[in-house]
């Protein structure tokens, strides 16, 4: 038989001819027979890159000698596709099996970015694409939101100045605007107690140290304050103590109010154990007596004798002096004695002793001690002159009436000086006696 050509589908292969063979009608696999010559053509084994898809060698593709790895086919007849670790055209990167979402080069073959919503491990801390801001939880350098990074977390913070932040700057360390009540001291606060600030604890709602004189009485400390009102006579005295009767403070109208307040509740004294004043009976004795009284205290029993049977109740005595004793110091009365002295009738003659002292009286002592005005002579022993001193003229103690002695008088008709001290006479002369309500 002639020998015969066949058109090979391998395009790029070197025929191999061998010696003329019988013309088996099924050749062994890998050869053809050539109807020309009944000659047997050996076919090379098939390959990648030789043009022809092979299904058996696993090919997705062939494309011959435009095989490439940035081509549509690749040098190992792999479909181009991302993730096969092969940079193609579309694709910005392409690191095969490390592809991935939280990786430099992502499952689409696209090169991580701060803002495409995937977070890159190591290196983003967060990543909400379009949603990062310096507002939100995510920032746009993809860092989580922190107290202290420089960045207004809305909604949650309330201020951030980065490092600045500091319980003693205007943004606290937690990020919280500086507030009096948030338990750091800020500039202009005197304390910062937090939640245990309180208008009657040591440091009050405004921050400030709890004072005497704040006005904010301070709960087991202070008894009351009223601020700029606090007063030694007001009801809250300037130590923060509300004034009491037998505190030695008059408390006028503003508090509770006191007539008089001599440091004491006793009675008798001439400020009642309620603090109102007490009034003392004053009477010009309706008797008349010489200069020869019997001493000091003769004179004294003869005022009480009188008083008693017009029934005035309480110790009386003469005002009288003799050597070195004088009405302030035999009455028993302090110079601040607040006690008002009366007379029967009940004008006030003086308010207190010192009043009485002045040398000015408030009325004449000229009603009698059944508070009968007092008629006839008006003159009375006193051997004192009208500011309670002792004149020495004094019928050598009221002991003697004989002319020769003198004693000094007042006069009942007057209010001024001459009420003690009105003149001289000799102790036979007869007189009246001023006797006054004393301390008991």
Not at 195 to 200: I, L, R, V, W
Not at 202 to 231: Q, R
Request: proline share 8%; charged share 20%; hydrophobic share 25%.
């Amino acid at each position: 038989m002639p020998g015969s050509r066949t058109t090979l589908p391998h395009t790029a292969l070197t025929l191999l001819l061998t010696a003329p063979l019988s013309c088996a009608p099924d050749p062994p696999e890998g050869q053809v027979t050539d109807p020309h010559g009944c000659r047997t053509i050996i076919l090379p084994a098939p390959f990648c890159g030789d043009g022809v898809l092979d299904d058996d060698l696993g090919e997705e593709c062939d494309d011959g000698p435009q095989n490439a790895d940035n081509a549509p086919c690749t040098s190992d007849c792999k479909a181009a596709a991302c993730g096969d670790g092969h940079l193609q055209a579309g694709e910005e990167c392409d690191d095969g099996p490390l592809n991935a979402d939280n990786a430099p080069c992502t499952s689409d073959c696209k090169t991580y970015t701060c803002g495409d919503g995937l977070v890159l491990a190591g290196m983003e801390q967060c990543d909400y694409g379009d949603g990062n801001a310096d507002g939100g939880s995510c920032t746009p350098e993809c860092l989580l939101n922190e107290c202290g990074d420089g960045f207004l977390y809305v909604g949650v913070e309330e201020c951030d100045d980065g490092p600045k932040n500091a319980n003693d700057a205007p943004c606290t360390s937690d990020c919280k605007a500086a507030a009096c009540g948030d338990g750091h001291l800020q500039a202009g606060e005197e304390c910062d107690h937090g939640p245990f600030n309180a208008d009657g604890g040591f440091c009050t709602a405004s921050c400030k140290t709890a004072t005497c004189g704040d006005g904010l009485p301070l709960g087991g400390i202070e008894e009351c304050d009223d601020g700029d009102d606090n007063s030694p006579d007001a009801a809250c005295t300037p130590a923060c103590e509300h004034t009491t009767c037998g505190d030695g403070i008059i408390n006028t109208p503003g508090g509770v109010l006191e007539e008089c307040d001599d440091g004491n509740t006793l009675p008798g004294d001439g400020c009642s154990p309620t603090c109102t004043i007490e009034f003392y009976t004053v009477f010009v004795t309706s008797s008349y007596f010489t200069g020869n009284l019997g001493g000091l205290s003769s004179a004294d029993a003869q005022c009480q004798s009188l008083a008693a049977s017009a029934g005035h109740a309480g110790t009386f005595r003469a005002w009288l002096s003799a050597g070195s004793d004088k009405p302030a110091n035999r009455f028993g009365l302090p110079a601040d004695f607040p006690g008002h002295f009366v007379l029967p009738d009940g004008t006030v003659i003086a308010r207190g002793f010192a009043d009485l002292l002045d040398g000015d009286l408030e009325a004449p002592i000229n009603v009698f001690e059944d508070a009968q005005p007092a008629l006839g002579s008006n003159t009375v022993w006193t051997g004192t002159d009208e500011y309670g001193n002792p004149t020495s003229i004094e019928c050598n103690g009221w002991t003697s009436s004989p002319s020769g002695y003198y004693g000094r008088r007042g006069q009942t008709s007057s209010k001024i000086a001459s009420w003690a001290s009105y003149d001289d006479k000799p102790c036979n002369y007869s007189a009246r006696l001023y006797c006054f309500q004393v301390a008991p």
